[in-house]
């Protein structure tokens, strides 16, 4: 993608508004990147411009983004290690001259030597989630890699109590250099129909008739939505009275979504179940279930968990990352352990059982997001973080 010409280049009046360029691996359909989604769409205008580079490509979930003075430069980096790319990072800060750049996860990590290098003023570093080969932070390259970053970042921001203690035990980290800032969910796109649940377009099943568990995210394997599929399959056969009324919804695209119907479809249940593959209207997909599960391996802080919550969904989560700190056991949902499709079957067993109480779950987890994960919180702990380190910065450069 074409990096645009300088302000001054184009007779455009220099804009003095501090630039604060996001830097992911991937720019695509995820919760990491709606985040960086909603903090730009809901940050005020007169605060930050912003950018975002991607490592390799930048898909059309670029439109998801509201704001027209937003600049976006993909890289379409080879797999390994980025040394080449330094090079053309350093130009490119040097020329956007941004006063934070802020990297996501350890496959953007690398572009804060770049980002030092080209003497940008603030580098913050956001930990969202465990990495696929490391998912419970013990992989000692990992961690050495982050360690090796270390020197080179002003400030990190962790997105759970988890990660936080990962930084500070594992990393070397000091706490004061940590800020952990929840993510926040829009509680105007997500919420509950006046009328009940709604259904889905496309969806074969009807939520008068059937109550609908599901889950929305990237079929691949850290979600382990085939877990998901076994608990189904698996509380059918507690409760066979369920087949009457109980159906599976799994919404996402990746390599187990095929993995997933074919345990469905040799268990005889494929006709209780719908995969349709990725969607756009996730609030839609919300408001047409009744329970939410979410069977992740591992989790930073999840989205999908806080816009069920959002969406008045009592939450089936798996005991990982900040899972626990979301979903209050009994009260918004139930927490079970990782990888264990009985404990999950029969956790949903127990919510189809009891819909009354499921539906009560669902109103304490609006409750909980509407008092500690809106977005509007969130945005002020980002912005709040920001001007606080810039304002170091400029301090410190002043008394040099």
């Known amino acids: 993608m074409a990096e645009l010409l300088p302000a001054k280049r184009r007779g455009i009046p220099a804009d003095k508004r501090p630039l604060a360029v996001h830097v992911l691996y991937r720019f695509d359909t995820g919760g990491l990147e709606n985040g960086v989604v909603n903090l730009i769409n809901h940050m005020p205008t007169d605060g930050y411009r912003h950018a975002i580079v991607a490592l390799t490509t930048i898909t059309s979930f670029r439109e998801r ?6 600049e976006y430069v993909a890289l379409e980096k080879a797999p390994g290690h980025g040394f080449w790319l330094y090079p053309r990072l350093y130009r490119l800060f040097r020329r956007m001259k941004p006063a934070i750049v802020h990297s996501r996860n ?8 770049a980002a030092w290098m080209a003497g940008v003023p603030v580098r913050i570093h956001g930990e969202h989630g465990r990495d696929v080969g ?6 000692r390259t990992y961690q050495r890699v982050r360690r090796l970053y270390r020197p080179f970042i002003s400030h990190y921001v962790a997105l759970s109590r988890d990660l936080a203690g990962y930084l500070t035990s594992k990393i070397g ?6 800020a952990q800032i929840y993510n926040g969910v829009d509680l105007t796109r997500f919420i509950h129909h006046v009328g009940g649940v709604v259904a889905i377009d496309g969806c074969p099943f009807s939520p008068g008739d059937h109550w609908m568990v599901g889950t929305v995210g990237r079929m ?4 382990d939505q085939t877990s998901l599929a076994r608990a189904f399959i698996r509380a059918l056969e507690i409760r066979p009275s369920l087949r009457n009324n109980l159906r599976l919804v799994m919404v996402g695209e990746g390599p187990l979504r095929a993995q997933a119907l074919a345990l469905l479809e040799a268990a005889g249940v494929a006709d209780l ?4 593959g990725e969607r756009s209207d996730v609030p839609a997909v919300m408001r047409g ?11 930073g802080i999840s989205n999908t968990i806080l816009e069920a919550m959002a969406s008045r969904l009592p939450v089936i989560a798996t005991a990982v990352g900040g899972n626990p700190e979301l979903v ?9 352990p990782a990888n264990d499709s009985e404990a999950l079957a029969q956790s949903m067993v127990r919510l189809a059982s009891d819909p009354a109480r499921a539906a009560r779950m669902g109103q304490e987890g609006r409750a909980e997001c509407e008092a500690r994960f809106s977005l509007p919180a969130m945005v002020a702990a980002y912005q709040g973080l920001y001007d606080r380190q810039l304002g170091l910065a400029k301090s410190n450069q002043g008394l040099g």
């Not at 279930?289 to 989790?299: G, T």
């Not at 209050?328 to 079970?336: A, K, N, Y």
């Open 65 to 70: 983004v509201k704001r027209s003075d937003v």
């Open 106 to 113: 350890l496959g953007a990590l690398e572009v804060q030597v």
């Open 134 to 139: 490391d998912l419970d932070g013990s992989n």
């Open 173 to 178: 980290v000091p706490e004061s250099n940590i």
């Open 220 to 223: 691949q394997t850290v979600k």
């Open 273 to 276: 179940a719908w995969l349709p």
């Open 289 to 299: 279930l009744h329970c939410f599960v979410l069977p992740s391996l591992a989790e």
């Open 328 to 336: 209050v056991h009994g009260r918004t949902g139930e927490i079970v």
